[in-house]
């Protein structure tokens, strides 16, 4: 028994259908705590005011936008490698999530550049990376919405997820090299240990990263075990019409 | 390889749409610019180079639904897959009869267009340095755009969605390189930035795009 | 109930606003194809055995 059972559709759909319900209240839990906590309970940054608020929806949104974008293009690989169709109907189920993520951070972004630059929009290249996501992300829902056929669609997709990835990484140093930014640090450095933003702020901002996390999750699964059921319905009624 | 290549120009050639359309395109876009920003002459020449380069790869996107979908409507392109000659060949000569008709002429009449919006005389020089450059990367990431979208009916607008976003890093290297050169800064790494994107497209993109046409022709 | 939002109250509610309804969104969206998805499969095989 090797993890790849899991992959087989049926059994997706029961451990899936098991797992889904704990997921999603976990996901609902730590969304609701972190952002009534961020938004009721954070004192205001001396600088920037209450606009602080709005690090506890643009950070994970922006954090969960990129990781959906890398397990499409982890689904995609174990797609075109062991051809697990439950890998290419998540990696299509994902799309639309990272959207809407990647739709939240640009618009918060947006919209918390106001009282800092002065301008809804500016032409940061952080900001400016996630437009061009958000156009890559259009392109691979368009593409799979065009091919009627399943593994075709799920194929090509995978292909333009990979070099799609590599354009998108080309084009954030693109953007930097074009345009030096106004945008802050990161906010949570894993990697050196160091955080520039204070306890009160950081603790409600990790439960609400958290939060983002499992509802990405849960709500791939969900989208995922529709694509599959699509997909039996459809194979069902054709072989009913021969 | 080399004759499909010149199989590939001839009938662009004799199609009339290959040198002419892309190059009428490019001047209309360049016409317009300054009707729509205003005739002040020390705006034009400061946008001139981004303007140049944004239409050229405007113009470059015309073409390209054409790249493999007559030779797939046909069949042709079936039996060209099926030769000896490996997919990439067949990629890169497409790709290279998509340049030499649309990239080459565009790059060589930018100055000329330059003139129009008050590019300075050492910046035409860059411009064309820096079309050249980049435009063989526009061709080749097209050619892979249009190996996705061959099955597809109607696949021009996807096409444009799909091969667009991946433009940003040659637009944003080479506007800056012909900027810079007709601001006379010097380049710093921008040039060599556009010639290494260049490369890679041309020395990794074949292989993803044969790929996907042999997908599609599955 | 609210807190004090100072002056940039537009903005941060606004942000927080916009953000919930389009996570709201794609949830329902989910789980309305979710539910539909799960009926026709069901229709299909009850024919299918019946």
Redesign the interface.
């Known amino acids: 028994m090797s993890i790849w059972e899991y992959a087989n559709p049926l059994k997706f759909l029961n451990w899936t259908t098991k797992v889904l319900p704990w997921v999603a209240g976990c996901a609902a839990v730590c969304v609701s705590v972190g952002l009534i906590w961020g938004f009721f309970f954070t004192p205001d940054d001396y600088r920037q005011g209450s606009t602080v608020k709005i690090i506890y929806l643009h950070v994970p949104a922006a954090l969960m936008a990129i990781n959906a974008w890398l397990m499409m293009l982890v689904a995609s690989l174990i797609w075109l490698v062991r051809r697990h169709h439950v890998s290419a109907l998540a990696a299509k189920a994902a799309a639309p999530v990272g959207v809407v993520f990647t739709l939240v951070a640009l618009f918060t972004g947006a919209i918390w550049g106001k009282p800092m630059w002065g301008a809804y929009w500016a032409w940061d290249p952080r900001l400016t990376s996630f437009l061009i996501l958000f156009l890559f992300y259009l392109g691979y829902m368009a593409l799979w919405s065009a091919i009627e056929d399943a593994d075709t669609a799920a194929d090509l997709t995978s292909v333009l997820c990979m070099v799609g990835s590599v354009f998108a990484l080309l084009s954030r140093y693109a953007v930097n090299f074009w345009n030096q930014g106004l945008h802050q640090g990161t906010s949570v450095p894993v990697a050196t240990g160091e955080r520039t933003v204070a306890d009160v702020f950081f603790v409600p901002l990790l439960i609400s990263m958290v939060g983002f996390g499992l509802m990405f999750l849960a709500l791939v699964l969900l989208r995922t075990q529709t694509e599959i059921r699509k997909r039996r319905a459809a194979a069902l009624i054709a072989r009913e019409t021969t | 390889m080399i004759a499909l290549l010149r199989r590939d120009l001839r009938l662009a050639i004799r199609a009339g749409g290959g040198f002419g359309l892309a190059l009428a395109f490019f001047l209309i876009v360049v016409v317009l610019v300054p009707f729509g920003v205003g005739a002040d002459m020390a705006v034009l020449g400061r946008v001139a180079a981004g303007v140049l380069w944004t239409g050229a790869i405007l113009a470059c996107l015309l073409s390209l639904d054409r790249m493999f979908a007559l030779d797939f409507e046909d069949g042709s392109l079936e039996l060209l897959v099926t030769s000896p000659l490996p997919t990439e060949g067949i990629v890169l000569a497409k790709a290279a009869a998509h340049w030499i008709t649309t990239g080459l002429p565009l790059s060589l009449a930018a100055p000329v267009l330059g003139i129009l919006l008050n590019l300075p005389p050492h910046g035409a020089v860059w411009m064309v340095i820096s079309l050249l450059v980049g435009t063989p990367a526009l061709s080749i990431i097209g050619a892979f755009g249009a190996a996705l979208t061959v099955g597809i009916k109607r696949g021009g607008l996807l096409l444009s969605i799909l091969v667009l976003p991946m433009y940003v890093p040659t637009l944003i290297f080479g506007a800056e390189v012909a900027r810079r050169g007709s601001e006379g800064v010097a380049l710093g790494s921008s040039l060599v930035m556009l010639c290494a994107i260049s490369l890679l497209a041309v020395g990794l993109l074949p292989f993803a795009a044969s790929k996907v046409l042999r997908i599609n022709l599955k | 109930m609210l807190?004090?939002?100072?002056?940039?109250?537009f903005?941060?509610t606004?942000?927080?606003g916009?953000?919930l309804v389009?996570?709201a969104?794609?949830?329902a969206?989910?789980?309305r194809?979710?539910s539909v998805?799960?009926r026709?499969?069901k229709e299909?095989?009850a024919?299918?055995d019946g």
Request: net charge positive; proline share 3%.
């Open positions: 807190p004090d939002l100072g002056k940039y109250a903005e941060v606004a942000a927080y916009v953000s389009l996570l969104g794609i949830v969206i989910s789980w194809q979710h998805a799960r026709q499969l299909i095989e024919r299918k």
